[in-house]
């Protein structure tokens, strides 16, 4: 199953994408996470990326479109995948078409933009895996996955989650409209309890 998980900054995308794809057994790609480790590593990408990640602006679309195309050539993605966080723009979408990428199912997690902000600042990711945790529901300082450090993430400040809200709605929301054309959105409520929205989600894509 080829699943995409739309949604606005911290509507936890990350979070379900890791339940969906143990659920599934396919594997997650995470434009963000695979940005985040080039930037790490300092590669010529991250380089290119930094800036824009660091102030909530997007990546310019060939950037994030290469590293999608060649992700989706390793073999692991034959049996399926989830795409956390891409597409985010009109272009990226019809990129993604033009490959001949068969989506089943666009989850569209919706939450309301007053309930993202403390999602963002009390988060916690880890610094090895890029597993995310908030602060309310877990308190240790290290990855209960993988002993990871568990820091904030550098996005996650007041003022640039209000920017990437603000780039969310303006480039991102009308892929609703594009993928409620095409027939394979499914609106969840991501305002709820986090086992809840999962049981939600896979019984639109099992349905
Ligand atoms: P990316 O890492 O994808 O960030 P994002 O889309 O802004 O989403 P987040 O990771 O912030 O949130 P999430 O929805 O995954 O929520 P999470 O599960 O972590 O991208 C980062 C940057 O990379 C972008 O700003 C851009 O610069 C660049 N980029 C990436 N992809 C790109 C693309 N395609 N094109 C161009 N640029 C791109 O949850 C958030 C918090 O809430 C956590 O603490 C979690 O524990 C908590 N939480 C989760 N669910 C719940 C719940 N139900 N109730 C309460 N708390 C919850």
Known sequence: MNLILLGAPGA?????????????????IS???????????????????KTAMETGKLVPDDVVNGIVKERLAQDDCRKGFILDGFPRTIPQAEYLEKMGVRI????????????????MTGRRVCEKCGAPYHISRYKETTC??????LAPRADDKPETVRDRLRIYHEQTEPLKDYYGKAGTLRAIDGNREVPEISRQIIEAVEA
């Open 144 to 149: 209960a996955k993988c002993g990871g450090k």
């Open 31 to 49: 434009t963000g996470n695979c940005l985040r480790e080039a930037v790490a590593a300092g590669t010529p990408l991250g380089l290119q990326a």
């Open 104 to 119: 089943d199912y666009v989850i569209d997690l919706e939450v309301p933009d007053d309930v993202i902000e403390p999602r």
């Open 12 to 28: 936890g995308k990350g979070t379900q994408a890791e339940l969906l794809a143990k659920r599934l057994d396919i594997p997650t």
